[in-house]
């Protein structure tokens, strides 16, 4: 095998072999002997490689030209408009591939536009060479030339409504259905040019994550208008990635409205006792104590505030720390929660302390809810506390019995009621109690109870 048939191998061209020779003698010819075969081949090489890129992620703006291979997830609608000082008009079709690094926008011109509307479907492979550009959402590809490639495989999954989990950077035209977590207000900010934007955000969940949706200009007010709890379907959003974090953004092309769906947000929380130093992590559990506000002066003269209260789960508890205006948040004991991205940090007497930023968010969740998502790692519910008083629901009728005959202590304790349940759970700040009684009670009521402590369990004869 000669040098020209090793430099052609080497190559991912769509270029024939007989077209590469000749062009390998054109460039010797044309440099005056200069270059021999092989000096030839390597920059011709060169040149027809230039403008591959390893993957999508790797497109910029400033390129001349890129050649990349990537799978169709949606096709849209071929778009007329006026140029000017032409009788006809201009035509144009926006199409999103997308490949294992990310997904992009690119775009067919008038009669490829035409002949791509027909021949184009989601789930094709293409080789595309084109110019990249600054976008409306971000870097674009105007198509030069394109391919369908039925031998090559990319993994990456078509889908037409997302969820929280099939989102990733870049993707663009995405429809998801969510429940609202939870709201911030509208802020406005001025532009470059000297014009005002706003943007408000809203945290939105389904069974599968939760991701935070930012609402630019025109849709910003939306958020006045939606209430935790609400179902809303989010159309044409298009992914974007802060701080380490995908974020689904909506321009005025986009949509929030509310929708009459079944979605459920399962929170998926890590343990308190797993919780480690200088971690950012979502925290969930039943509020055992709160403390009063406390207000301090910053270096730069302005006011600050913060809260703490005791949050605790089937492994353990932690303080958490509330700053700003969470500090405000309406917040009681047997309150179950989920805390948001929080910064593990040292606490006081080097326990670990979760603080609750401007980054996080506090969602209240339903009865229960804060230990469905815990459960499968902590192999209990609510009541299987650090005090190991979990009841054990597997005794026999005569089992029971006999325990009942057995001895115990008589004891009088008094907590709040962090479980409404069988059995009852109160906790005094200190330590949890887990009580057997009929008596009908209700989270965050304080009660006083009294009666025979066997094997970890009050048996409650008198509650007030």
């Known amino acids: 095998m000669g040098a020209i048939e090793e430099t052609y191998e080497d190559l991912d061209t769509d270029v024939s072999l007989e077209e590469f020779r000749e062009a390998v003698e054109a460039k010797v010819e044309q440099m005056g002997g200069l270059a021999d075969e092989e000096t030839a081949a390597m920059l011709l090489a060169h040149e027809l490689d230039e403008g591959e890129v390893n993957g999508i992620a790797d497109i910029e703006p400033e390129m001349e030209e890129v050649k990349f291979l990537a799978k169709v997830t949606s096709v849209g609608e071929v778009r007329t408009f006026d140029r000017d000082e032409e009788d006809e008009d201009g035509r144009v079709l926006n199409v999103d591939v997308a490949d294992e690094s990310g997904s992009v926008r690119v775009s067919f011109w008038d009669e490829q536009a035409a002949a791509a509307t027909d021949e184009l479907e989601p789930g094709q492979v293409l080789r595309i060479k084109g110019r990249p550009k600054d976008g409306y959402n971000g870097v674009e590809v105007n198509v030069s030339q394109v391919e369908v490639d039925e031998d090559e495989e990319i993994d990456v999954q078509v889908v037409d409504t997302y969820r929280v ?71 044409d959003g298009y992914v974007r990635e802060r701080d380490g974090s995908l974020e689904l953004h909506v321009g005025n092309r986009g949509r929030v409205e509310t929708v009459d769906e ?101 969602i209240a969740l339903d009865d229960g809810a804060a230990t469905e998502s815990e459960s499968e790692s902590a192999g209990a519910d609510l009541s299987s506390f650090e005090d190991g008083t979990s009841p054990d629901t597997s005794s026999s009728t005569e089992e029971a019995e006999e325990e009942a005959s057995a001895g115990g202590e008589d004891v009088e ?41 066997r094997d970890g369990t009050l048996d409650a004869e008198d509650v007030r």
């Open 413 to 453: 304790f008094t907590g709040v009621v962090v479980q409404a349940g069988s059995p009852v759970i109160l906790d005094d700040g200190e330590e949890t109690m887990s009580v057997d009684t009929e008596t009908d009670v209700t989270l965050g009521e304080e009660v006083t109870v009294r009666g025979t402590l």
């Open 262 to 362: 079944d979605v459920s947000f399962v929170p998926d929380a890590k343990p308190i006792d797993d919780l480690e130093l200088d971690e950012t992590a979502d925290i969930a559990g039943v509020v055992r104590s709160v403390d009063e506000k406390r207000t301090f002066d910053r270096d730069d003269g302005s006011e600050g505030q913060v809260r703490n209260v005791r949050l605790q789960d089937q492994s353990g508890d932690i303080r958490v720390a509330l700053w700003g205006e969470k500090a405000d948040l309406d917040i009681g004991p047997g309150d179950e929660l989920l805390f948001t991205d929080v910064d593990v940090q040292d606490g006081w007497q080097d326990d670990l302390e979760a603080s609750a930023g401007w980054q996080s968010t506090v």
């Open 165 to 235: 989990e099939d989102l990733t950077m870049g993707a663009s035209d995405v429809d998801l259905v969510g429940e609202v977590l939870s709201t911030d207000d509208v802020r406005t900010f001025s532009r470059d040019d000297g014009s005002e934007g706003k943007v408000s955000n809203l945290l939105v969940g389904d069974e599968t994550g939760r991701v935070r949706v930012t609402l630019w200009d025109e849709q910003a007010d939306l958020a006045d208008e939606f209430a935790a709890g609400e179902i809303v379907e989010i159309t």
